[in-house]
């Protein structure tokens, strides 16, 4: 199954956030949180959305792998607006 986390922290992904749109992560309701390596741990709450983790593929430019994490929608929508109003 996929991993569920309750609360989202952020580690190593700044450069990664930066490329990417705050309207495009609320349109999609995922959220990049953690990077280890060449993967990147994305927080959803739909699972099944794979389009929108190939364009975050295409969006960053880079060789990466993504890795689903379930997370309750507030908790995403809370830490996309507690990151990119901070900045």
Same mark, same amino acid.
């Given at each position: !199954?996929?991993? %569920? $986390?309750?609360? $989202?922290?952020?580690? !190593?992904?700044?450069? $990664?956030?930066k490329k990417i749109s705050k309207s495009f992560l609320k349109k999609h309701k995922i959220?990049?949180?953690? =990077?280890? !390596?060449? =993967?990147?741990?994305?927080?959803t709450s739909s699972p099944t959305n794979y389009q929108a983790m190939e364009e975050i593929a295409f969006i960053v430019g880079e060789e990466i792998e993504t890795e689903l994490v379930l997370a309750p929608q507030r908790e995403i929508l809370k830490?996309? &607006?507690?990151? %990119? &109003?901070?900045?």
């Open positions: !199954g996929i991993p %569920y $986390i309750s609360h $989202i922290k952020l580690q !190593g992904i700044e450069n $990664i956030l959220f990049p949180y953690k =990077k280890e !390596g060449e =993967k990147v741990f994305i927080a830490a996309i &607006d507690r990151e %990119y &109003d901070r900045a």
